[in-house]
């Protein structure tokens, strides 16, 4: 049997939609986790190792439900259409840069939306890692992914939309793949609900009606607001050039009539829709669409969890479903909820849980099956 590592923390959220438990110590053996105890239960025996992070909060590794890896999230349309049409070496530079934020930001489960050109298995072959420092389940290959509506910004709507029947048709096929539709307003998204859909993505404007089937279908919902807040973000500039989360640099441009009040509309309606899921025992799950104009690969998760919180999800809630609800959809075993058997993959933020989820974007430390992560640059301080 291997040394057997101890963690202690100030503050532990387990993922499971517990609450916080205060002075908590981890042991590690052979990656996963062996036992979760009250601090002062910890012997302080010479030649244990114990990383010391009194001063921290521990929480599960995160999961981001909705990303294009292989797409820029520049606001900039010139950048954009540069980073479509670049060759593959730039484009696979591009999503190896994509996926490193995504780790520095401890976002280490994705679902990508759209490997274009096969990227991701072009860089497992040349080995060059970065697709092994998150764990990725890519649309077409792991799930299926299927656009009965545009994206509320507008973009990429099938042509011609797609019917029931031909919906039905698809889901058929899945192959035991996990379906995922994005589908926007009350008749698309019933009519995904009906054709057997495992899960609704974006669902704006879908209503009450639609919310309630899901809850007793146990229908996974990824509601993906950080859109709309985004869209609301860039109104005054006409949507040309927006910001990453901010109107303060929004910069000048021509603004469309009627484009502020539509977007705080389209956000007020999804935060009371995502409000109303709770209530009614919807499963709900973060994706934040990173790759889209203004949405930055993993910092924009924080965001979405922030809207998360202002739709009155407590903390615990939140990061279950930033977590645990994303891995177990996905199928990704390494990570979800923190518990006695499971692997000991998890966040280090520091400070106490009342200054989250603002710190996971400043991150002490990340543990991958027990050990530091040897691509994240801090180290713990050592006692033994």
């Not at 048709?169 to 793949?177: I, N, P, S, V, Y």
């Not at 993993?298 to 965001?303: H, I, M, N, R, S």
Request: with cysteine; charged share 25%.
């Amino acid at each position: 049997m291997g040394q057997r590592r101890y963690i202690v923390a100030g503050s532990f959220i387990d993922g499971s939609g517990a609450g916080v438990r205060k002075n908590v110590f981890l042991e590690v053996a052979e990656g996963s986790i062996a036992a979760i105890g009250p601090a002062a239960d910890l012997p302080r025996h010479a030649g244990r190792a114990i990383d010391d992070f009194s001063h921290c909060t521990i929480v599960p590794a995160l999961v981001d439900c909705s990303v294009s890896l292989s797409r820029s999230p520049s606001v900039d349309q010139r950048v954009r259409l540069a980073a479509a049409e670049a060759d593959l070496a730039q484009q696979a530079a591009m999503l190896r840069e994509h996926i490193r934020y995504c780790h520095a930001h401890g976002v280490l489960g994705v679902a990508d939306s759209d490997d274009r050109a096969g990227l991701l298995a072009r860089d497992r072959e040349e080995g060059r890692g970065q697709a092994g420092l998150i764990d990725i389940r890519v649309a077409g290959r792991d799930f299926l992914k299927i656009a009965c509506s545009a994206s509320i910004e507008g973009g990429e709507a099938p042509q011609p939309r797609l019917d029931r029947e031909e919906l039905r048709r698809l889901l058929l096929a899945r192959g035991g793949r996990k379906a995922v539709v994005v589908a926007n307003g009350r008749r698309e998204v019933a009519e995904a609900l009906h054709a057997g859909c495992d899960a609704i993505e974006q669902g704006y404007g879908m209503g009450e009606e639609n919310l309630r089937k899901m809850a007793a279908l146990g229908v996974l919902w990824i509601p993906s607001v950080l859109r709309a807040r985004n869209g609301l973000d860039g109104a005054s500039s006409g949507g040309a050039v927006c910001c990453r989360f901010s109107t303060r640099y929004v910069a000048p441009g021509k603004p469309l009539p009627g484009a502020e009040a539509f977007w705080k509309k389209t956000l007020a309606e999804q935060l009371a829709q995502l409000r109303l899921a709770r209530e009614l025992g919807v499963a709900t799950a973060v994706g934040t669409g990173a790759g889209a104009a203004g949405i930055i690969h993993g910092e924009a998760l924080v965001e979405e969890m922030k809207l998360f919180l202002k739709a009155g999800y407590s903390l615990a809630e939140t990061i279950r479903c930033a977590s645990e609800k994303g891995a177990r959809f996905f199928g990704l075993e390494k990570l979800g909820a923190l518990a006695v058997g499971r692997r000991a993959t998890f966040l280090l933020a520091r400070g106490t849980e009342k200054q989250l989820p603002r710190k996971l974007s400043y991150l002490e430390g990340i543990y991958v099956d027990g050990a530091p992560s040897g691509a994240y640059r801090k180290n713990p301080s050592r006692v033994g």
